[in-house]
């Protein structure tokens, strides 16, 4: 193929839901669009977020013509300034989004002082930008937070479109759906190639409307003899909207409790996306002065995570809220795979504490996804009719079940591309095929520095998780192989520090070791081997004696 | 209240699902309704079991007339070698049971060399069996494991109704359902305290009849084009049984692999439960003469778990099943709350290698619950009418649901009690109210030893995950305080070792805990204040330099 092929590579965004991003290249010119981050599970011991490798668009800094956001949610935006930390530019890098999606960036990039790195061009739908030989034009979708489009991105080599996140709601609260006709009329144009959001084809038929959510969160609260406590994603903000003015209708005062939300409501709000009167949102002391009755209090910790709002209500241990009688708490989200266990404890202790908790699982009206079923998948694959797609936003067997409905549709099978990170696909009027994958995977991010925390790191963090470590000194004299000291031990996480038996089985191999090294002293072999004896020698001892593993390290000094 | 009270106490199974255990006392009498094991959460790091604590029970062990158990599950079987080591009776625990119940505890004790400290007494439905002041009646009701039973105990001071596990399933496979009549009849006789599974309570309607999966996996069985592999829990023994009798009707083979799922096919066959003709079940490497489209293979793993069979088969690393282009994998089940990434990590590795993998979220088909819904809770409720009710087997949140349900079947909100592990409930002709509790809660196991993983060893193994460990060593001269070696540094699940950053980092370290110790050495302070001075120093410069915090641990040696 020639250099017009306009090449596609995933940086993210499949074989895992999280930190979205792709590759768009076409000759030498290219694009990314969304630079988002992952949140890690819990088998990444201690890693704090999770970000695309960009090493491939900082060797060819040059040829970037600008970064494109769809819409402002974390997995969107949030690996920006890790981004930019890795391209380190000279000059500033032109980023593109509509009004609240900048905004939201605005924000991120603030607190990392980063806002002087990029240049913001605001974009909305119908309108144009052009990045060199891009032609990029903004498509409404109805997503979870307001302001969110898709990208029909023109091309010399055809027409690409990638449908950011998104449902079609045809009854959406916030005013604003999926612009079907603009979608029909791309389809006349002629789509070479869809990008497509598949994170819910796993869902049959189509998703609920937030219009539902908005009608049980109004009877919910309307009902309530108390207070109402609603926890949500702090990210959907259409949600977060449609609680406060749902209390202002009903004659409550919502109070905000928690940085991201509050945050994210004040950028909301300041762009003119929650329009309510002043004097509907309080400060949380002044909601003291209420009676319950007239109440909300919106919250983060819809993910049951050990340090959000909600998780310390639940435990007893915020300092200003405490459960009342009378109180009524409202789940308005659905657990994230992963955390389904942190948050039923989170209900469980509500519940103990003597309020009424309603959640997704005993009333399905308070919360619906922001992503399209599979017939809203296929309904999208009628109005596009692509020529290719690549299936993006999804586990790898939600990529399998996007192509399995392609074909259904019409699509021939070898014309749906399923990838994965840093897979490259070239498209043009002739053809498309794959071609050599580029560097590409996940930096994981750990305190001050990025992409430190290796697979060796890690390993060591689930071995020592496991069964704790146990450390051992021992000092000989440099000159007769003599034991001068020791061997002496510490452990953690294994046996009870202190107690008898950990007393016995240090005794028992302290004798073990100093018997081992006695015949060796003598011949003053190197450290490294009675490193290696030390190690043996423990190893069996301790598993004989606890059937336990825990990672040995010993050190032998000589002096 | 007087002595003749009838004391209800749960030893587990409320306030957490698993190890299920419930101690029933007459005055001076006792028994035990079953004694689960629990598998524990992932933040239980390196804890294997987690069993019930038994100590009261220990400590009046004349006063135990015997333990009587529902079904043969883990979470209401598996803790008893842990009851037997921690109550170390002089003479055998007579053990009531179902045949197939016994059976499989049967299997459990003799891996614990604990055969000869049992009596076995096989109880049937209908029949009734004295212990003491109870007499026990079993009472069949429908479960994913044949044999099980509620259990009707009658005692002076009014009849006790313990459902066991259960569903109604109007149309079971196994051909027993719930005993529907004998329900109702024990409503007319009069139940003061019913102890009733809610572990479904969520759930809205009636749990779908096995019925249903027989007829979905004879369906995609039969429409495989290749070999079908079939994972479901290994301790669902109808479900195993099912899958043998569809494959065998359509004219397949099955193979089992995973210990668990053969040991418990074994026994359900040798006691009667699985009708199969001999050559329906054959070997492993049997099924390799035979053709893809004769091929069922029934393998654990269907909870994702890593070292499992199919797992390591999604892994590519089992030794003799590898996928093959034509293969269907069926997951018979759904995932226990916390294994969902689990399950999902291997469904994507199965779509990846090329099989088309079938689960319950694209068929809901495939796997239905052995629990009873709301609804049949509500049915449960109108059969036996019972003037107490103890809600068990659910966590806070399920045991407060069936509240509501009682109450809205006319049970007074007064009558039904919400335990914690260890309380204690006395109920009588003339009323009911709560009692001391008594010592109970969670005896984690870890490798040979019960009972000392403690919460502290926990903290530990969680720090040690989250940031890993930093070793340091000193030696000085025990007459001059002169530094005579190190401070030496090992690390692990920290920084990379032997990288440059690591290496520049301990050399830091290294002067600036010289430099610490410096001024002290002359004066030759205590040991401990060293200790404490190289870890506030360290802390420090580690935190300001990577801002994580590893578990810091000095010793320092004096020779």
Known sequence: MTGEALRISPLGGVGEVGKNSTLVELGEDMIIVDAGVKFPETELHGVDLVVCDYTYVAERIDRLLGIVFTHGHEDHIGGLPYLIMQIDPHDPIPIYGTPLTLGLISVKLKEHGMLGRVIQIAIREGQRARLGPFDVEPVAVNHSIPDAVGLVIRTPAGVLFHTGDFKFDPTPVQGRTTDNERLRQLGDEGVLVLLSDCVRVEQPGWTASEAGVREALEQLIGAAPGRVLVTTFASNIGRLCEVVRSAHKLGRKTGVVGRSMEENLRVARELGFLQIPDGSLVELRELNDLPPDKIVLLSTGSQGEPTSVMSRIARGDHPLVKIQPDDTVIFSASPVPGNEESVARSIDNLFRRGARVIYQMIDPRVHVS??????????????????????????????????????????????????????????????????????????????????????????????????????????????????LSGPDFVSRGFLQVDSEETDGLFEEARERVAAALEGDTARQPDVSYLVGKVRDTLNSLVYERTRRRPMILPLVTEV
């Not at 009027?429 to 992409?451: F, Y």
């Not at 697979?455 to 192989?481: C, I």
């Open 370 to 483: 922001g992503h399209a079923s599979r017939e809203e998948l296929r309904h999208l694959l009628d109005l596009v009719r692509p020529r290719y797609l690549v299936p993006l936003h999804g586990e790898h067997r939600m990529l399998w079940l996007l192509r399995e409905l392609a074909v259904e549709s019409g699509i021939p099978r070898e014309n749906v591309f399923l990838t994965e990170i840093g897979d490259v696909v070239a498209f043009s009027a002739e053809g498309a095929q794959r071609e050599e994958p580029i560097q590409s995977g996940s930096v994981l991010v750990d305190g001050l520095t990025i992409g430190e925390v290796t697979n060796v790191v890690l390993r060591d963090r689930r071995r020592l998780a496991a069964d704790g470590v146990l450390f051992v000194s021992v000092t000989l004299d440099r000159e007769t192989g003599e034991l």
